[in-house]
């Protein structure tokens, strides 16, 4: 039995029918790079002989009445691996739009809490997709947010997929045994047993928080940067209502060669800072066409992992946060890069000065559990103030090409939850030399979302040709410095052409008393 943490049960009791809270994924198989025998009996073996590789796979979730405690893990005794690859097939003609309905569907449904809160939806008939042969195979994964964040959810995926096109052999032994929930009263009074150590912590923590923010503030002033937003302080947008149940969901992918020269163009600046830039790009010009740009910037939210090395491997969130001015309000692309290069270099320095992943530890299970709830069912999310505007969330991937069960993985695609009041994610994934960003909202936020995605690809656009621009007058600056720098000034060049008049005029006075002499 494992209980959960309060961060990752705040998604437990976050979920309703239209906010599901899973993350998940989109992964493309070309079938000239799979096997000739690749087919979905195969993938079912393959996905059963990598169990052993990760608790979560038969792990179920069991809820405490009146939630009097956290829910907490334990092995399902009632495991059954069929229920979690699902097998099927693209509606005709199976192309590109085809494929993202798919997924926005799957990405819409909850996950049945009564067995493991993982799928794996094996996906046949990709005839017509771009770049892809016909008859290739896609991947569409789900995992419960309570169970993994990016992080460890790529671990997770990494349980399955291997760096050859032949499957490493997994020798680990299975140690797995199924497990009774354990009596309600016993889970309740261990719960409580922990109070008196939380007091204790609480101290501890708080200290914490104050030598943070007393160190960010010195830091802050040190460097002569304005703080980050705060919650709150974004600006009113159409992303910011009630979702439905009815997802949207749209893709699109880069060279990562593209952002990497992008990032030259302002001093510091990250990749990371030019994935941000442009999105605010893509959504400044999304909400200029729709007339519903706010005069104020938008403000994302941009999760941060503090998994240190020993928990590499473990399951659960460990993720802060951190809030970025996206200088929507600035019609210059170089401009917004910077912007977001100073607003990412507060908010980091004040997201590692508070703890924010720890705060809920401290609140009561049926405080949260209450709460939580209260604020999913009567939908206030889509009537206060928005806390921030969207979710950013930035992941980076292995460099190498990935196989499953010996296929190719040609392109990924991330997914994660939106909530109401909070109608729109970007999932930005890098994998072998490209760059994707996954978004995800709803029917009611944003119906064209492959709009939104062809306004990020003319924000890229948009970044290199004032980079491009930058560089060049640069480069006319230096120019002409160097050729002022070789040219003699305007009063030598006078000096000089007095001095060559004099020499004639005296040239030509030596000849004339010459021609007088010999005489």
């Known amino acids: 039995m494992r209980t959960l943490s309060a961060q990752d049960a705040s998604f437990i009791y976050l979920e309703s029918d239209h906010t599901p809270m899973h993350i998940g994924g989109v992964y493309l198989m070309d079938s000239r790079d799979a096997p000739a025998s690749y087919n979905y009996r195969k993938f079912c073996a393959h996905i059963k002989s990598r169990l052993v590789c990760s608790p979560i796979f038969r792990q179920r979730l069991v809820e405490v009445p009146l939630s009097l405690a956290h829910p907490y893990w334990i092995n399902d005794p009632e495991f059954v691996l069929g229920r979690h690859l699902p097998r099927l097939r693209l509606p005709t003609p199976g192309g590109w739009q085809e494929l993202l309905q798919l997924a926005a569907q799957i990405f819409g449904q909850t996950l049945a809490r009564n067995q493991p ?33 990016g992080g460890s959810g790529v671990e997770l995926m990494g349980a399955l997929l291997d760096t050859s096109a032949k499957p490493r052999v997994v020798d680990l032994v299975d140690e797995w045994q199924p497990e009774d929930a354990p009596a309600a009263g016993k889970v309740v009074a261990e719960a409580y047993s922990r109070l008196g150590r939380k007091s204790i912590e609480l101290g501890k923590f708080v200290g914490e928080v104050a030598a943070g923010a007393v160190q960010a503030y010195a830091k802050r002033r040190a460097l002569y940067i304005e703080p980050p937003p705060r919650l709150l ?47 605010a790009g893509g959504l400044r010009e999304y909400l200029l066409e729709r007339g519903a740009l706010p005069e104020k910037p938008l403000v994302a939210m941009a999760p941060v992992s503090v998994r240190s090395n020993d928990q590499k491997g473990c399951a659960g969130n460990q993720v802060s946060a951190m809030l970025v001015n996206l200088a929507t309000d600035s019609d210059d ?14 908010a980091k320095i004040y997201s590692s000065a508070i703890p924010a992943n720890k ?21 206030l999310g889509g009537r206060h103030r928005p806390l921030f505007n969207l979710t950013i969330t930035n992941v980076p991937g292995p460099p190498v090409p990935l196989y499953l069960a010996g296929a190719r993985i040609k392109q990924l695609f991330g997914m994660a939850p939106i909530l109401d009041g909070l109608g729109l994610t970007i999932v930005v994934l890098s994998y072998a030399g490209r760059i994707s960003l996954g978004l ?77 002499t010999s005489k």
């Open 359 to 379: 705060i809920a530890e401290f609140i009561p299970s049926e405080t949260l559990a209450a709460a939580a709830r209260l604020y999913s069912r009567t939908r």
């Open 233 to 279: 302080s974004a600006p009113a947008s159409l992303l910011n209502q009630s979702v439905s149940s009815s997802r949207t969901y749209a893709a699109v992918d880069f060279d990562l060669e593209r952002f990497r020269s992008l990032r030259q163009a302002v001093e510091g600046a990250t990749v990371n800072d030019v994935v941000l830039a442009v999105c």
């Open 440 to 516: 995800t909202s709803c029917y009611t936020v944003i119906p064209d979302l492959g709009r939104l995605g062809l306004c990020l690809e003319h924000a890229v656009q948009d970044l290199e040709a004032g980079a491009q621009a930058a560089a060049g007058k640069h480069k006319r600056a230096t120019s002409r410095a160097m050729a002022k720098k070789e040219r003699p000034p305007e009063h030598a060049s006078e000096a000089v052409q007095r001095l060559r008049s004099a020499s004639k005029a005296l040239q030509g006075a030596m000849d004339s008393l010459s021609r007088k």
């Open 333 to 346: 692309a170089l401009d917004r890069l910077w912007q977001v290069r100073r607003s990412t270099q507060a």
């Open 117 to 149: 809160l993982w799928e794996l939806s094996f996906v046949e008939g990709l005839d017509h997709v771009p770049g892809l042969a016909r008859g290739s195979f896609a991947v569409i994964s789900r995992v419960h947010h309570a169970a993994v964040d």
